[in-house]
T-cell receptor, first 115, second 110 residues
């Protein structure tokens, strides 16, 4: 039982390049989330999903897109990376309404630097 | 006013001491409450859920005060390994999201 996994762990991009971050969970959770964490800013929600095939915008969605084609996977895309997107990205999952449990479990994070 | 507020610290505490910090929330419809621990450059990890009746796990005790709208975390007999940032998170009933505090940094000194 791996929990929540994220790939890659580290990445350096040049301005304008694109990339996809992959999150996978093996806990059969309904809800999945993408956050970014910057020094002094705390966790900020980018996008989230409440089930397979659904996505919704969070607090800071601009410049990002997401997809959840399979229940266990949640992809975060950066179409044209900008230096302001340099951050640590965390994926999380939650059982959700199925068990009325809203605690979230996090992956190890992806450290992204955009130069 | 932020929805969830925490004293950023740092709290500098000698090993073996007891330390407590609070997290205040503004929405009275908040239903579920959590404490997370985050080590430097690592992911947040669930420390404990906070129930209406309080919750204790070893040296850690969490309590909820609905009247004053805050949750607390008490750490007894603190260890060097307790040094971390402690995040609180609040769920509003039927909302899919957790609202996060910015964290309280705790440093345990030998």
């Amino acid at each position: 039982n791996a929990g929540v996994t994220q790939t890659p762990k580290f990445r350096v991009l040049k301005t304008g390049q694109s990339m996809t971050l992959l999150c996978a969970q093996d806990m059969n959770h309904e809800y999945m989330y993408w956050y970014r964490q910057d020094p002094g800013m705390g966790l900020r929600l980018i996008h989230y999903s409440v089930g397979e095939g659904t996505t919704a915008k969070g607090e800071v969605p601009d410049g990002y897109n997401v997809s959840r084609l399979k229940k266990q996977n949640f992809l975060l895309g950066l179409e044209s990376a900008a230096p302001s997107q340099t951050s640590v990205y965390f994926c999380a999952s939650s059982p959700g309404l199925a068990g009325e449990h809203y605690e979230q479990y996090f992956g190890p994070g992806t450290r992204l630097t955009v130069t | 006013r932020k929805e969830v507020e925490q004293d950023p610290g740092p709290f500098n505490v000698p090993e073996g001491a007891t330390v407590a910090f609070n997290c205040t929330y503004s929405n009275s419809a908040s239903q579920s409450f959590f404490w997370y621990r985050q080590d430097c450059r690592k992911e947040p990890k669930l420390l404990m859920s906070v129930y209406s009746s309080g919750n204790e796990d070893g040296r850690f005790t969490a309590q909820l005060n609905r009247a004053s709208q805050y949750i607390s975390l008490l750490i007894r007999d603190s260890k060097l390994s307790d040094s971390a940032t402690y995040l609180c998170a609040v769920n509003i009933y039927s909302n899919y999201q957790l609202i996060w505090g910015a964290g309280t940094k705790l440093i345990i000194k030998p």
